[in-house]
């Protein structure tokens, strides 16, 4: 099972990591680790590909969420409900918080003294209305939170509207920064995910983010793109405190 995490630890005593679609036992369009049980695989292959997850990496139920590109925050627990929200926090060891991802950007929180953990979900639309913020708003100091970036769609890839740029724009007019002219269509614009989630982040108080280093789309073997591929499965970013 291939996995993806931080090249440093978010904070002592905290696991962070996101999977790829290498490890799981389902068959094309979703090889093979889809995790996802709403993009029509085999519920049996998903569970499988559950059951190996949590296998391989030795923890509790993760909590899943029902996310909806939105920007609500629930708290996290282990007793196998499903949660409308697209982020989660906990600081109970041994929770999991879980965000599913194929092109979107899953981003993951921790408090610098690891007594607090979080996951969000967001795409674009999540982005723009604040999802990250709520979900740092869940802890007590941004000041003192590390915020990691997992795999998502890459800035050379993500082509939106206008109507994007001006939405992100309007909110904030460093936000051009993150748009530039789409070589193969006019009046189109290439998205940064990552600079986006970045000034949100610096803006709400944060002094640590890492990752976003890879792009789902152009990294086929290892990643899920529903901007690629469409019928596609679904990749997973956890974080939780270690049990003592």
């Known amino acids: 099972m291939k996995l993806i995490r931080p090249q ?12 790829t679609r290498e490890g799981g036992v389902s068959v094309e369009p979703w090889h093979s680790l889809n995790l996802g049980d709403h993009v ?4 049996k292959a998903v569970a499988e590909n559950r059951r190996r997850l949590q296998a391989e990496l030795g923890i509790a139920q993760p909590q899943w969420l029902t996310q909806v590109h939105g920007v609500a925050v629930v708290e996290a627990r282990s007793d196998g409900l499903v949660r409308e929200a697209d982020a989660c926090w906990t600081r109970t060891p041994g929770v999991v918080c879980t965000v599913m991802t194929a092109d979107c950007l899953p981003v993951l929180f921790a408090s610098n003294d690891g007594a607090q953990v979080a996951a969000a979900h967001a795409g ?32 050379l890839a993500f082509e939106v509207g206008p109507e994007v740029r001006a939405a992100f724009m309007a909110r904030d007019a460093e936000a051009e920064a993150a748009f530039k002219p789409s070589p193969t269509h006019d009046d189109r614009w290439l998205a940064d995910l990552y600079l986006l989630a970045q000034q949100r982040l610096e803006a ?3 002094q640590s983010v890492s990752g976003g280093e890879h792009c789902t789309f152009t990294e086929q073997q290892d990643f899920f793109s529903y901007r690629r591929d469409g019928r596609t499965g679904r990749m997973a970013s956890l974080i939780w405190i270690e049990p003592a």
Do not use: H, K
Not at 40 to 43: A, L, Q, R, T, V
Not at 137 to 155: L, Q, T
């Open 40 to 43: 029509d695989d085999d519920p």
């Open 204 to 206: 709400a108080g944060i």
């Open 124 to 155: 674009w639309r999540g982005l723009l209305n604040g999802v990250l913020e709520a979900t740092l708003a869940s802890f007590d100091d941004p000041a003192e939170v590390n915020a990691w970036f997992g795999p998502a769609i890459g800035p």
């Open 8 to 19: 440093q630890p978010l904070a002592p005593g905290v696991q962070a990591l996101s999977t």
